[in-house]
Nanobody, 120 residues
Framework: VQLQASGGGLVQPGGSLRLSCVAS????????MRWYRQAPGNQRELVAGITTGGTTSYADSVRGRFTISRDIAKNTVFLQMNSLKPEDTAVYYC???????????????WGQGTLVTVSS
């Protein structure tokens, strides 16, 4: 199983970016999918999460500006980031709870990270 994140880049304050993360490989089902971020010198922090049923949750610092969504059929999770601030600058990682077979337990898989830089 692999998670491939994309969509990062350089954007000015107030701008928008949309991150994508696709899961591929032997996948029976995916439970929760999440986005984390890690800024230089900081610990990795949870940004947003979404369950199979579509329930979402957000860190206080991004609520109202970021929107997480998923395409279950395509094993993909998105993070729409609006009104970006310099403090949003970080490497963004996707994460998913995946069952490879119907009888297996779920394991956590991580994407490789995509860099978001918010600067004028």
């Amino acid at each position: 199983v692999q998670l491939q994140a994309s969509g990062g880049g350089l954007v000015q304050p107030g701008g928008s970016l949309r991150l994508s993360c696709v899961a591929s490989g032997r996948i029976y089902s995916i439970n929760a999918m999440r986005w984390y971020r890690q800024a230089p010198g900081n610990q990795r922090e949870l940004v947003a999460g979404i369950t199979t049923g579509g329930t979402t949750s957000y860190a206080d610092s991004v609520r109202g500006r970021f929107t997480i969504s998923r395409d279950i059929a395509k094993n993909t999770v998105f993070l729409q980031m609006n009104s970006l601030k310099p403090e949003d600058t970080a490497v963004y990682y996707c994460n998913a709870e995946i069952k490879e077979r119907s009888w297996s337990i779920s394991y956590i898989y991580w994407g490789q990270g995509t860099l978001v830089t918010v600067s004028s």
